[in-house]
């Protein structure tokens, strides 16, 4: 409980297209532990332009939602950030989604760390506490391999380079370059805080089965990290 007593502000932020069955639980269980903890915090939905009820539901659940003005994974994660950090006044950004897959319970784990100044960046690592069913076989061994990469190309210590839960300060926007609209933007996340030597940390995370259909497609996902992964940075272009 002291970490929550020095004021630092936590913004969530969310992802959202077409959640109607996950977005309600998820944000009750999220203000359960943040009210549990004590934290001085925020919920930001960010949604695609949902066709269901997934605004109201964020809405009628205390969550705050703005719209994203272009289409993908990566595009909805930096609206959402830079308008925590400029508009909401974050001190500290948690992503997290919101089709159930994550447990708010592992906040802290996030969080904490950062609040007692020991981490910049915390990023959860699913694979070493996965629910049966929550992820195939095959999505299992591509984030192995992803992780790998990301070890090797960054030099970082992560298990699981993809994981969509992760926390860090807000003040580091002010120094990273993102601009991957897709699901490779969590790869590009950990090359530009590696990149501006801020301190890493990954922590074991649960992971569940998700509400409703998934909208990811794993094969055109991977070819497409890859694809970033040996292709030269924005900072190296041109």
């Given at each position: 409980?002291?970490?929550?007593?020095?004021?630092?502000?936590?913004?969530?932020?969310?992802?959202?297209?077409?959640?109607?069955?996950?977005?309600?639980?998820?944000?009750?269980?999220?203000?359960?532990v943040?009210?549990?903890?004590?934290?001085?915090?925020?919920?930001?939905v960010?949604?695609?332009?949902?066709?269901?009820?997934?605004?109201?539901?964020?809405?009628?659940?205390?969550?705050?939602?703005?719209?994203?003005?272009?289409?993908?994974?990566?595009?909805?994660?930096?609206?959402?950030?830079?308008?925590?950090?400029?508009r909401?006044g974050?001190?500290?950004?948690?992503?997290?989604?919101?089709?159930?897959?994550?447990?708010?319970?592992?906040?802290?784990?996030?969080?904490?760390?950062?609040l007692s100044?020991?981490?910049?960046?915390?990023t959860?690592?699913?694979?070493?506490?996965?629910?049966?069913?929550?992820?195939?076989?095959?999505?299992?061994?591509?984030?192995?391999?992803?992780?790998?990469?990301?070890?090797?190309?960054?030099?970082?210590?992560?298990?699981?380079?993809?994981?969509?839960?992760?926390?860090?300060?807000?003040e580091?926007?002010?120094?990273?370059?993102?601009?991957?609209?897709?699901?490779?933007?969590?790869?590009?996340?950990?090359?530009?805080?590696?990149?501006?030597?801020?301190?890493?940390?990954?922590?074991?995370?649960?992971?569940?089965?998700?509400?409703?259909?998934?909208?990811?497609?794993?094969?055109?996902?991977?070819?497409?990290?890859?694809?970033?992964?040996?292709?030269?940075?924005?900072?190296?272009?041109?």
């Amino acid at each position: 409980m002291a970490l929550a007593a020095n004021g630092k502000k936590i913004v969530v932020v969310i992802p959202t297209l077409n959640e109607e069955q996950s977005i309600g639980f998820v944000l009750d269980e999220i203000h359960e532990v943040m009210k549990k903890r004590g934290y001085n915090y925020e919920v930001l939905v960010v949604d695609g332009r949902s066709r269901d009820r997934t605004v109201e539901i964020a809405k009628e659940k205390g969550a705050r939602v703005i719209y994203q003005r272009r289409k993908g994974y990566g595009d909805a994660l930096q609206t959402g950030f830079y308008y925590a950090k400029d508009r909401m006044g974050a001190d500290i950004i948690l992503m997290m989604d919101g089709d159930g897959t994550y447990d708010p319970k592992d906040i802290p784990k996030l969080v904490d760390p950062i609040l007692s100044d020991q981490a910049d960046f915390v990023t959860g690592d699913r694979l070493k506490n996965l629910k049966r069913g929550a992820m195939p076989l095959k999505n299992y061994l591509g984030n192995k391999f992803l992780a790998f990469l990301a070890r090797l190309a960054f030099r970082i210590d992560v298990g699981d380079s993809q994981c969509g839960m992760r926390a860090f300060k807000a003040e580091c926007l002010d120094d990273v370059f993102l601009e991957s609209e897709g699901m490779p933007f969590a790869m590009e996340m950990l090359g530009e805080f590696s990149r501006i030597k801020s301190r890493i940390l990954s922590v074991p995370i649960n992971y569940r089965p998700r509400v409703g259909k998934s909208k990811l497609n794993p094969f055109r996902d991977f070819v497409r990290i890859c694809l970033l992964y040996t292709s030269p940075s924005p900072r190296d272009r041109g």
